[in-house]
């Protein structure tokens, strides 16, 4: 009976150590800012003996699980968590390996040398193809079209046609050939030379290597991203995990994870790798961003292959000692948020706001504590812009996102401190005589200027007129020795107004002098310095005929 890990070296120690191990592990802290709610157990489902390999149909229906010893694959339906069906097919499989479309499966049998084909419609095996020696991983093309096959013993790849199930090519590639994953466009195989502590890079066009990447001892699991940017490894026998940038074909960095690392899978968007712990019993869940581990989680005995469904919401995972399958529930991870930018405005509303953080993407909410919901907002995994709703409130508040995994942690770092609403308005007044044989008068002009921060909604400007002189306005009102000017369409700061009035200046008088000062009186929002809000001119006339203003 064989475990997942095919090294002669280490293959007895991993099944005494995971038969030893202790379940009983712990939650270590989390990456400051990150919010990773672990994995939780739905379902503990007895399957065929010694499990290897999970695959989901494309419409996440049902999911088939290997039996290393007995050839038998069981058939889960996975709305009701329920052993619905089985077949059998050779001697025993590792690897299986669904269609894009779902009409056939295909499976590795490391004793018989070969691999299945299976009618999922029938659960029939419509063809037995030959391979190389000790056939393990099973990976397909995106379209289809090809299965890549490693043969551990035979250091070899072996291309299968789909259309024709037969083996159009055998690639040489390094030592132990385990883990495949195919890269989105369907150019590049990658390929886990664990005996040669590297990744091997296939071009499949020519069937020829690329590329060797150097990575730990005993690499075995392969995960890439749905980009194709990033590919991480389990490197079994280092107890790490690595990820490597694939253009670059070099290691970005390590990180240490439990015993016995074989088998590694992404989480749809990329931001979570879950790494199965063989001999820990433990799944270990990593942050790819930051590259650490935010939480280890207890499975069953000796985890090996997890299956995701699109969402990335639940998983099945092969306990290959325990004969059974965990089905997994991953709650998506909840916002949060590590920053705003700027952390304060005005009460009126509308200042844009950038916020960073985590997991944000997707985000259905943005509000600002007892203010409301943001005015408007769209998001980024690492960021949003929003707009700060108008409130009466002041003083701080905490910014919260809201994403498919729940609302931010209000948090120091999300506050947004409210200052009461304020305008300033700027009064100029000047005043130009204007003279004339029968009469004169003097001209004023009123200027009105917004001077924030916030916009000024309304506001009114009065003056005391000069007894015993008329005077007269087109765009304000006079009554009663006052003139009063209205301000009622908002004037945005840095804007301008204008309003005029006029005082007759009698040809009769001798000599008169008299001062007229404008002020704002009243309006919204409160002007902050209210008593800079007003300006005033002097002005003398002799005979009427002449007139001095300053």
């Known amino acids: 009976m064989r475990t997942p890990r095919p090294s002669r070296r280490t293959r007895t120690a991993v099944v005494a150590i995971a038969a030893t191990t202790a379940a009983l592990l712990s ?28 695959a ?22 996975t709305a009701s968590n329920t052993v619905t069906g089985s077949f059998t097919a050779g001697s025993g499989s590792y690897a299986v390996a669904l269609s894009p479309d779902g009409h056939r499966a295909y499976l590795t049998h490391h004793l018989d ?86 990744v091997t890079v296939v071009d499949t066009a020519s069937n020829t290597v690329s590329a060797t990447v150097p990575v730990g001892h005993g ?39 439990g015993s016995g690392p074989y088998a590694v899978t992404l989480s749809p968007d990329g931001t979570r790798a879950y790494v199965s712990d063989y001999a820990d019993n433990a799944l270990s869940v990593l942050d790819t961003a930051s590259r650490t581990v935010a939480a280890t989680v207890p499975v069953g005995a000796s985890p090996y292959s997890l299956a995701l469904t699109a969402d ?69 995994r690492t960021s949003c812009t929003a707009t700060a709703p108008a409130t009466t409130v002041t003083g701080p508040v905490d910014v919260r996102v809201t994403g498919p995994g729940g609302t931010s942690a209000a948090v120091a770092a999300d506050r947004f401190t409210y200052t009461a609403p304020a305008a300033h308005l700027a009064v100029a007044l000047t005043a130009t005589p204007v003279t004339g044989l029968l009469s004169s008068r003097v001209d004023y002009t009123v200027t ?20 015993g002189l008329t005077a007269t306005s087109g765009d304000c009102t006079v009554a009663a020795g006052k003139l009063s000017c209205a301000l009622t369409a908002p004037l945005a700061k840095g804007a301008s107004t204008t309003r005029h009035f006029s005082i007759a200046v009698g040809l009769l008088s001798l000599l008169r002098s008299w001062d007229v000062t404008v002020a704002r009186t009243a309006g919204a929002p409160a002007d902050p310095s209210p008593a800079t809000s007003r300006d005033t001119r002097s002005c003398s006339a002799v005979l009427g005929l002449l007139i001095t203003c300053t």
Do not use: M
């Open 27 to 54: 939650l270590p802290a989390t990456p400051a800012g990150a919010v990773t709610p672990p994995p939780a157990l739905a379902a503990h489902l007895a399957v065929a003996p010694y499990p290897a390999g999970v």
């Open 56 to 77: 989901l149909a494309p419409d996440g229906g049902h999911a088939y699980v290997t039996s290393q010893s007995s050839g038998t694959v069981s058939v889960l339906d």
């Open 113 to 198: 040398g070969t691999v299945s084909v299976v009618d999922t419609a029938t659960n029939t095996v419509t063809a037995t193809v030959p391979v190389g020696a000790q056939p393990w991983g099973l990976a397909l093309a995106p379209d289809g079209s090809r299965a890549y096959v490693s043969n551990a013993d035979a250091n070899t790849v072996s291309v299968l046609d789909t259309a024709t199930d037969t083996v159009t090519a055998t690639v040489p590639v390094g030592a132990e050939p385990h883990g495949l994953a195919v890269s989105p466009d369907g150019k590049r195989l990658y390929v886990a030379a664990s005996g040669g502590k590297a």
């Open 219 to 257: 690499v075995f699991g392969l995960a890439l991203s749905r980009d194709g940017s990033r590919l991480w490894t389990a490197d079994g026998d280092d107890g790490t995990a690595a990820v490597i940038d694939t253009a670059a074909g070099t290691v970005l960095g390590t990180v240490a994870v």
């Open 312 to 380: 990335g919401r639940r998983g099945y995972l092969a306990d290959f000692t325990g004969n059974a399958v965990d089905v997994l529930d991953f709650p998506l991870p909840l916002p949060d948020v590590t920053a705003i930018t700027p952390n304060g405005g005005s009460g009126t509303g509308g200042t844009t706001v950038t916020i960073t953080g985590t997991d944000l993407a997707g985000a259905t909410a943005v509000t600002f504590g007892a203010a409301g919901p943001a005015t408007s907002f769209s998001c980024t």
């Open 448 to 467: 009105l200027t917004g001077q924030g921060p916030d916009p000024l909604t309304s506001a009114t400007v009065t003056a005391d007129l000069p007894t």
